[in-house]
């Protein structure tokens, strides 16, 4: 079965600081892989997307994640946060052939500290 | 982009009864609908999935006929709560799929008291 797992809960950063979000999948089969976020009172935002290609990719609002295959990991990461990045982040799976289905990860609340 | 509402955002009802809840893509076919719930501080867990004309597919657990779930054209689905009770308050959220992805609602906060 496909799970997926957010490392960290909740996340404390100052402003200006990096960012890395940890997430990592079960999967038997090929996968796409998300990005999500929800800031507070707001509806699910795709921030990046990963199919295939290039490992790295780039989102929205500087985000970027990197496909790590033999590590079944796609690590969210952003160079340096803004007190506007405050919202909960969500990592999502879904194999190929599973017709859009997405399994997501359980969050990681995210607080950035002016 | 595309867009998703659900409606109502909150609704509040009382035990025993039942609650519509409603989905449409608004300038796009959906090929596909999820339903899924989210908990405080958790993670959204898919419900059901949705396909114009047949009948939904349910995820383990997930009791079928309490959450009954019509999906009647391509733009609208409906996720019914039957014979609510307090354990059913949640977050309530839908997604839409068509070619060029899948897009989210804003989602519906459901208190039973």
């Known amino acids: 079965a496909q799970s997926v797992s957010q490392h960290n809960h909740h996340v404390i950063l100052s402003e200006a600081a990096s960012l890395e979000l940890g997430c990592n999948y079960s999967y038997g089969g090929t996968v796409n892989l998300f990005w999500y976020v929800q800031y507070p009172g707001q509806h699910l935002q795709l921030l990046l997307k990963y199919f295939s290609g290039d490992p790295l990719v780039k989102g929205i609002k500087g985000f970027e994640a990197e496909f790590i295959k033999s590590k079944f990991s796609f690590n969210l990461r952003k160079p340096s946060v803004q007190w506007s990045d405050t919202a909960e982040y969500f990592c999502?799976?879904?194999?190929?052939?599973?017709?859009?289905?997405?399994?997501f990860g359980q969050g990681t609340e995210l607080s950035v500290k002016p | 982009g595309a867009v998703v509402s659900q409606h109502p955002s909150r609704v509040i009802c009382k035990s025993g009864t039942s609650v519509k809840i409603e989905c449409r893509s608004l300038?796009?076919?959906?090929?596909?609908m999820f339903w899924y719930r989210q908990f405080p501080k958790q993670s959204l867990m898919l419900m059901a999935t949705s396909n114009e004309g047949s009948k939904a597919t349910y995820e383990q657990g997930v009791e079928k006929d309490k959450f009954l779930i019509n999906h009647a054209s391509l733009t609208l689905s409906t996720l019914t709560v039957t014979s609510a009770h307090p354990e059913d308050s949640s977050f309530y959220i839908c997604s839409a799929r068509d070619r060029t992805g899948v897009y989210f609602g804003p989602g519906t906060r459901l208190t039973v008291t």
């Open positions: 999502a799976v879904r194999g190929v052939n599973q017709g859009g289905k997405l399994i």
């Open positions: 300038d796009f076919q959906a090929t596909t």
